[in-house]
């Protein structure tokens, strides 16, 4: 690369984004416990502080993506947005591994614990009448919590949930094989079908809590299996409905005509995000639908 | 008036961002500080004189938070800010606008977690280990602002080592490989590292804290299959590493200081290296020596016994290789260097304390007493507050071209010195003859201690404000500084003029 691309790294000006991004981000969360504690203003705050956060951030990166434009970003700058990226997609990986810990504690240990597998007085004692399974429909205290009454089998919605996002996953791959080849035709369509897939997922999802909440009495409240269930595929499910967003932007940004074979980091970096939420979803399908 | 908010609200010069997190850092420090100065006042005599013994906890659980969140965390990473760039010979850090948003989270964090103390049903009294179910279902309703506080303290935490990554790898000047890079820039590698495994963590715990106040989740309630102890595993996995996060950046400065004020190469470089990265390798591994008493099997307790004995190791190795740095150096004692020397006195002795309780059978004994709280003071104030004093004195006269003066200087340093010991030394007899920590009242036989070690914390906290004094006399008023400033001081920061250049370095530099 040459001595001027090597010297010249580009160092934005002065800019207001950040602190208008802090004091949305803060007014969301004074809004979110105003609305949990029950305070009437708490939405209002809470919503509003989303259409800022929302305004804030699409001028933020429409910036970047203007800088980009005018050609300040070099290889060297390319290099750092990329480390950036792979180091950010590993702190969301240890985010979830958080709760796979938990599942995994849980399972294994305290839950068979609370059924006297370890230590025996601690059934005797404490939680005589229960007995571990996994699932656990029955929990030590049905009368605080109480336990679901079925579990969807994972062969049903959650195989189709699995197929689509691979399949997602391949399409993404097109699309950037489409852009490698000059073929924009094919980033495009590549980026709708990943889109389309993506959009389903998030549907069927949502059909699955509504079924869980409604018909099996699988909720938040049915003990440590809801609890985990609905925080990992919960947690998950908002990575998706992230990574879709993050899509329609590089779908309009492809309609926009960016991206060249050279310049791409956008699309690539949310490439490598869309396959994190792949792997997140088979560790899911694995160790919380499956076994 | 454009031009003040352009230059500290709308930054993108990591020069200008440090500054803002050391001003944040010592506005908390008095912040953190009285409250602390509240709970010795209390401890003073036996009986209670002066606190509702609910406050006592909030005041207990909010110096934690502030001084760990809002003094330690933010100056060493407004050092971070300052120094890494100088040192690697960037123009600045790799994501300049990240960097302020990283900086600007932190007011609003505090704001939110300050602002507890005045709703209804009082702040968060649980200790900052925030221990379930004491945080979830007896705790206060502003235990929920306080959940989201610290969400935005990880976010800082999360993208500021982003950054610090990326810059470190990506922005070095070239010929700088790894191995020729400052000791602070390493530290600093790893220490980001570190938070960008423990912040995920601590979000993901505190955010299983918020479900089960707010949404009728039982991670923590055995009534629904879960475990308190989850709470404390994974608590810990964050809490521990976290301590390394907080002394690491401090080990790095020292490594800076001592080489110079000895006008020697730090000693063994290359095991300098491979000691922090084994250090913080073994701190993933430990946490659960926080948890011996309470109901582990005894293989886990044995595991984290041998694991955590086994830090102390590579620790030894760094305190050794300082030694061996000023053995047969030319040395001088400018206020840097007595605060690095102190440090490494005192450091090494906090660590010994913390070999004690390593001990399964002993920390039966010390566990939840003041000889842990004894410890862990001794590590963090002359060890790592001294570290960022010691770096502060260091470059300051680098980053502002005014030089301090030596004399209040020395004041600050032996005023600190003495009282310290004062204030932490006798709690830990208390702790051995049995005083618990986190209570308002004790038994008669810990009053003498409890009054001495409360006179030392009122001349400690007062003293800081000669800090004050110093540093700002120094801004508005030092003699000019030149851009050597210390005669023995190697590295890339020490060739920029002093202030350096808006740019730090527009042209990288070459390194030999």
């Known amino acids: 690369m040459s001595q001027s691309e090597n010297v010249k790294y580009y160092l934005p000006g002065a800019s207001g984004w950040p602190l208008a991004f802090g004091a949305g981000l803060f007014t969301l969360l004074v809004g979110a416990g105003r609305w949990l504690h029950d305070l009437p203003d708490g939405p209002y705050i809470f919503f509003a502080a989303i259409s800022v956060i929302a305004v804030v951030l699409s001028g933020w990166f429409g910036t970047v993506i203007r800088e980009n434009l005018a050609g300040c970003y070099t290889p060297w700058v390319g290099r750092s947005f990329r480390t950036a990226m792979r180091w950010l997609i590993f702190s969301e990986v240890i985010f979830f591994s958080v709760f796979f810990s938990a599942l995994f504690y849980t399972r294994l240990w305290s839950a068979p614990e609370l059924g006297g597998a370890y230590y025996p007085l601690t059934n005797i004692l404490l939680w005589p009448d229960f007995s571990f399974q996994w699932p656990l429909l029955d929990n030590p205290d049905n009368s605080q919590y109480l336990g679901a009454n079925h579990i969807s089998s994972p062969w049903s919605i959650p195989l189709v949930n699995t197929l689509l996002l691979l399949s997602s996953a391949c399409t993404f791959v097109w699309a950037q094989w489409g852009l490698s080849r000059g073929s924009r035709w094919i980033l495009k369509l590549g980026l709708v079908l990943t889109i389309l897939l993506g959009l389903t997922f998030l549907l069927l999802q949502a059909n699955e809590y509504y079924g869980d909440y409604t018909r099996d009495g699988l909720t938040l409240n049915a003990g440590i299996y809801g609890s985990l269930f609905f925080f990992l595929t919960g947690f998950h499910g908002l990575h998706v409905a992230a990574g879709v967003l993050m899509l329609s932007v590089i779908l309009g940004r492809s309609l926009a005509g960016h991206f060249t074979p050279d310049n791409h980091f956008a699309l690539e970096g949310v490439g490598w995000y869309w396959h994190f939420v792949d792997v997140v979803w088979l560790l899911l399908f694995v160790f919380v639908y499956w076994l | ?224 299959g879960g475990d308190p102890l989850l709470f404390q595993h994974i608590f810990w996995f964050f ?47 430990v946490w659960a020596h926080h948890m011996f008493t309470s109901g582990i099997p005894l293989g886990a307790q044995q595991f984290f016994m041998y694991s955590t004995m086994l830090i102390a190791i590579p620790t030894g190795i760094k305190v050794f290789n300082w030694l061996a740095t ?112 986190r209570i308002p009242d004790y038994a008669l036989q810990f009053a003498n201690f409890n009054a001495v070690s409360t006179i030392g914390a009122f001349i400690f906290g007062f003293t800081q404000l000669l800090f004050v004094y110093i540093v700002i006399h120094t801004i508005r008023k030092g003699s000019p500084a030149s851009a050597q400033v210390w005669d023995g001081a190697v590295g890339l920061e020490w060739t920029l003029s002093s202030p350096p250049p808006h740019h730090s370095f527009a042209v990288p530099p070459k390194i030999g």
């Not at chain 2, 009082?122 to 206060?140: D, E, K, Q, R």
């Not at chain 2, 800082?156 to 020729?180: E, Q, V, Y």
């Not at chain 2, 047969?328 to 450091?347: H, I, K, N, Q």
């Open chain 2, 326 to 437: 000023m053995y047969r150096g030319s040395l001088t004692f400018e206020t840097p260097m007595l605060f690095a020397v102190a440090f490494v006195v005192l450091f090494t002795f906090a660590g010994f304390t913390g070999v004690m309780l390593a001990v399964v059978p002993a920390d039966i004994q010390y566990h939840d007493s003041y000889f842990v709280v004894a410890h862990f003071h001794y590590v963090l104030v002359p060890g790592v507050l001294f570290a960022l004093m010691g770096g502060i004195y260091y470059w300051l006269p680098k980053w502002c071209g005014k030089m301090y003066s030596e004399t209040l200087g020395q004041w600050h340093f032996w005023l600190s010195v003495i009282s310290v010991n004062i204030v932490f030394l006798p709690q830990h007899f208390i702790g051995l003859a049995g005083m618990p920590r």
């Open chain 2, 239 to 285: 809490g521990h590493p976290e301590v390394y996060v907080l002394i690491l950046p401090a080990f790095g400065i020292i490594s800076q200081i001592i080489p110079t004020f000895s006008r020697k190469p730090l000693f063994g470089y290359r095991f300098m290296v491979y000691a922090v990265v084994s250090i913080a390798f073994l701190a993933l591994a």
């Open chain 2, 1 to 224: 008036m454009k031009a003040f908010i352009t230059r500290w609200m709308r930054s993108t010069n990591h020069k200008d961002i440090g500054t803002l997190y050391l001003c944040f850092s010592l506005i908390n420090l008095f912040t953190g500080g009285s409250m602390a100065l509240a709970i010795r006042a209390e401890l003073f005599q036996p009986g209670l004189q002066i606190l509702d013994p609910n406050f006592f906890n909030t005041l207990v659980t909010l110096h934690g938070l502030i001084m760990v969140f809002g003094v330690v965390m933010p100056a060493a990473v407004g050092l971070a800010n300052w120094q890494i760039p100088l040192m690697i010979g960037a123009p600045d850090m790799a994501l300049p606008r990240l960097n302020n948003l990283s900086f600007w989270l932190l007011p609003f964090a505090t704001i939110l977690l300050v602002s507890t103390l005045f709703m209804a049903g009082g702040g968060p009294n649980f200790g900052w280990t925030m221990y379930a179910p004491l945080s979830t279902t007896y705790a206060p309703p502003s235990t929920d602002f306080m959940i989201f506080a610290i969400h935005l303290l990880g976010l800082s935490s999360i993208m500021g080592s982003i950054n610090i990554i990326t810059t470190i790898l990506d922005m070095r000047a070239p010929g700088m490989t790894m191995m020729k890079m400052p000791m602070f820039v390493w530290t600093w590698l790893v220490t980001a590292f570190l938070l960008l495994i423990i912040m995920p963590v601590l979000a993901g715990t505190v955010t299983m804290m918020l479900a089960d106040r707010n949404f009728g989740t039982s991670f923590f309630d055995a009534a629904g």
